[in-house]
């Protein structure tokens, strides 16, 4: 018991992650110039919570985030309006005008919230990984997605 209590005192700070809001997360991401990961996610949704039990808590996910992404988690029956590309939208409808149609939903956008993609489903630590890396490192300019994965070091 006492080396759990030393080890949780002792963590780095960058052994979790941190989430902000959509319009502070922009503004963040857009100053540090770093990649946005926009978690869409229900209170009522069980593969969201899955999610951040496995996939958010991987070290090797949580490492890289912390490095290359701002990330905001948005759920769009609660949040507030987000403001996005000079217009102000209820937050349902902004899901809904990027396609999300179920939860979870994982948005890439870029530093000023230029929006990239977003993955449905829950995604493994194992195979987000990949996609981190591909939007972190900006290679969606480049290379597909696929080859991007051939190309990878296994």
């Known amino acids: 018991m006492f080396l759990l209590i030393l080890f949780q005192l002792f963590l780095t700070p960058d052994s979790k992650l941190k989430w902000y809001s959509y319009n502070d997360g922009v503004k963040i991401a857009k100053s540090q110039n770093k990649q946005i990961l926009v978690d869409f996610y229900t209170d009522w949704c069980s ?12 070290v090797r996910i949580v490492d890289y985030l912390n490095k290359n992404f701002i990330l905001i988690k948005l759920n769009p029956e609660k949040d507030p309006p987000v403001n996005y590309n000079g217009q102000t939208y209820d937050a349902m409808r902004f899901v809904e005008g990027l396609g999300i149609n179920g939860y979870p939903a994982t948005g890439f956008f870029e530093p000023g919230d230029k929006f990239i993609t977003v993955v449905p489903g829950y995604i493994e630590a194992d195979e987000f990984l990949p996609m981190l890396e591909y939007v972190g490192q900006k290679k969606y300019y480049t290379i597909s997605y696929q080859d991007f994965l051939k190309s990878r070091p296994r």
Do not use: S
């Open 47 to 58: 593969w969201c919570k899955v999610m951040d039990q496995k996939t958010y808590a991987d």
